[in-house]
Nanobody
Framework: VQSQVQPGGDSVQAGGSLRLSCAAS????????EAWFRQVPGEEREGVAA????????TYADSVKGRFTISRDNAKNTLYLQMNNLKPDDTAMYYC?????????????????????WGQGTQVTVSS
């Protein structure tokens, strides 16, 4: 994986839905753990959702469980994050990430240090 490209951000009202996408360049990413993180200015980057290597197993932060779904289309080498019932607290810059060194299984799938390839970020704004 050489890079990950994320389309521009979007704005939505509370209770609405958005789907983020992240297209990877380079070889097939289906064997890698991939994840979505988010960051608010002045705060640390937070792991939101991850899909673990080729097992397909997923994990989520408590704050988004039941509202967000991570998935990927291996044929398109694209990672998605479906976000439903959005809240103003979900407002942040969202980043996709890939783990090409298989660190996520030992360091944790929602840990920043597990990932070495990052998208440029896309802004999500949720208004009340």
């Amino acid at each position: 994986v050489q890079s990950q490209v994320q389309p521009g951000g979007d704005s939505v009202q509370a209770g609405g839905s958005l789907r983020l996408s992240c297209a990877a360049s380079g070889p097939d990413t289906s064997a890698y753990s991939e994840a979505w993180f988010r960051q608010v200015p002045g705060e640390e980057r937070e792991g939101v959702a991850a899909i673990i290597n080729d097992s397909g197993q997923t994990t989520y932060a408590d704050s988004v469980k039941g509202r967000f779904t991570i998935s990927r289309d291996n044929a398109k080498n694209t990672l998605y994050l479906q976000m439903n019932n959005l809240k103003p607290d979900d407002t942040a810059m969202y980043y996709c990430a890939a783990d090409t060194f298989a660190r996520a299984v030992t360091l944790g799938p929602l840990t920043v240090a597990s990932y070495n390839v990052w998208g440029q970020g896309t802004q999500v704004t949720v208004s009340s």
